[in-house]
């Protein structure tokens, strides 16, 4: 079926979806390493990109294409390249488009291992970064340099939930002709489009809202262009960042409830939000979906919708937040976000727990900070874990 046209959750369900021998209406998982040519020429043909057809899984796979397909139509893109993972998609643009001597410039509060990755080993090729508020697009216009190829938004971030301007970065970019790249894990493809606005690349991972069942780590990267796509695929292919069948047939599966799954959580997520914002145990609440947000205008106006990721703080701080994770009950204590299941987690304690207290201050981890992923079970039953275990906090 042709869904170019179809709306998003026609398109969640059916694109991408090849007709095989047997009707299969789901695409089956082709645990294949390689694929067999009928005779020479068809070979020469299948590497000479003149025959359609597979050669071998880490240069393509039917389960893995479909899942590429499906996705490439809902961000509107050229097409897509599934990733073993998402930091295999963040690693895999970075060596695709920056060579020695380029400079990037990116969001500050971008997830830890992206910067992690540019600072202490791109650095070791002689590629150049330079991390700032991207929520101030004076600041980027000014740091860009002559040698600047990509700017690199996160939006909205994590856990800062700051939200970037992708339509006015991206005209930043193109006037200096370098390349936007977003990564669009915390929207998902259902509340925000950043090719439509603009951007050049779309990067997931796919292990958050896509897959959302908290059962298959993944990533994925959509192209605006041919070009870029084919550029991706080619370093994907080299570097062997591709994402398995068996993967890719999960991810398809828990992909056609994305629109549903967002929907609900949003749904509880906005009970929750100003709820915890009135709580006497918490000192503020960052929502892009409350007016409080200092970039809830700007989330209204390039997202369909608002998500449910929260941050918020503690008055009691540090031991306060010990003790809501010890409380929590039906809250998983995890890392991770964008599942099913809501999942609570306190950094200071928990993942930035051996940082020097400075180091943590400065990268925005304060003490009582608490980041919760709202997800799709009765709001009275979260509503009702976080407010006992919220009162021993006190
Ligand atoms: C989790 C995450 C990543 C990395 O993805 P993995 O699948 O864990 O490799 C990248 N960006 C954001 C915003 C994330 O939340």
Known sequence: MDTRQSGFNTKLVHAGIPHDAYGSVVTPIYQVSTFAFRNAQEGADRFAGKADGYIYTRIG??????LEQNVAELENGFGATAMASGMGAVSTVYLALLSAGDHMVSTDSVYGPSRGLMEKHLSRFGVESTYLDTTDLENLRKALRPNTKLVYVESPSNPAMAVTDIAGAAEIAHAHGALLVVDNTFASPHLQ???????????HSITKFINGHADVVGGIVIAKTEALHKQIRTMMINLGSNMDPHQAF????????????????EQNTATIAPWLEQHPAVAWVRYIGLPSHPQHALAKRQMSGFGSMISFELKGGLEAGRILMDSVKLAGLAVSLGGVETLISHPASMTHAGMAREDRLAAGITDGLVRLSIG???????????A???????
């Open 61 to 66: 796979n039917p389960t893995t294409a479909a």
């Open 193 to 203: 489009k950043p090719l439509d606005l603009g951007a050049d690349l779309v990067l």
């Open 250 to 265: 999960l991810v398809s599966r828990g992909l056609k409830t994305l629109a549903l799954r967002v929907e609900r959580a």
């Open 376 to 386: 799709i079970e009765d709001v009275e039953d979260i509503q009702a874990d976080l």
């Open 388 to 394: 006992q275990a919220l009162a021993k906090a006190r």
